[in-house]
């Protein structure tokens, strides 16, 4: 069982940064591939940003490529997603994922995810 808790969510003006934080509540972190999610007002749950469990690979939405970056460090068992130029489009909800994996793949499918956080709020005014 992983809990996950996310943090540092806001409000920016367009073109501004926020990194969003998720702790893991495990003590094998090094063997859970994770990954971002995010959903919108009205709209489905979608992918945003993948990693391995060593981090050695990551997977991104196109929409976010360039702006986004996805980190872990499995030795205080978090994972970071640092965001740029933030766009009106990117608010959402942001949800971090956990899913037992001792592999190189970055999940990018939300059906592959077992564990979930609570979310945290993300608004980019325009």
Do not use: H
């Given at each position: 069982?992983v809990?996950?808790?996310?943090?540092?969510?806001?409000?920016?003006?367009?073109?501004?940064?926020?990194?969003?934080?998720?702790?893991?509540?495990?003590?094998?972190?090094?063997?859970?591939?994770?990954?971002?999610?995010?959903?919108?007002?009205?709209?489905?749950?979608?992918?945003?940003?993948?990693?391995?469990?060593?981090g050695g690979?990551?997977?991104?939405?196109?929409?976010v490529?360039?702006?986004f970056?996805?980190?872990?460090?499995?030795?205080?068992?978090?994972?970071?997603?640092?965001?740029?130029?933030l766009?009106?489009?990117?608010?959402?909800?942001?949800?971090?994922?956990?899913?037992?994996?001792?592999?190189?793949?970055?999940?990018?499918?939300?059906?592959?995810?077992?564990?979930?956080?609570?979310?945290?709020?993300?608004?980019?005014?325009?």
């Amino acid at each position: 069982q992983v809990q996950l808790v996310e943090s540092g969510g806001g409000l920016v003006q367009a073109g501004g940064s926020l990194r969003l934080s998720c702790a893991a509540s495990t003590r094998t972190f090094n063997r859970y591939a994770m990954g971002w999610f995010r959903q919108a007002p009205g709209k489905e749950r979608e992918f945003v940003v993948a990693i391995s469990s060593s981090g050695g690979n990551t997977a991104y939405t196109d929409s976010v490529k360039g702006r986004f970056i996805i980190s872990r460090d499995n030795s205080n068992n978090m994972v970071y997603l640092q965001m740029n130029s933030l766009k009106p489009e990117d608010t959402a909800v942001y949800y971090c994922a956990a899913r037992s994996s001792s592999g190189s793949i970055a999940y990018v499918d939300i059906n592959a995810y077992g564990y979930w956080g609570q979310g945290t709020q993300v608004t980019v005014s325009s």
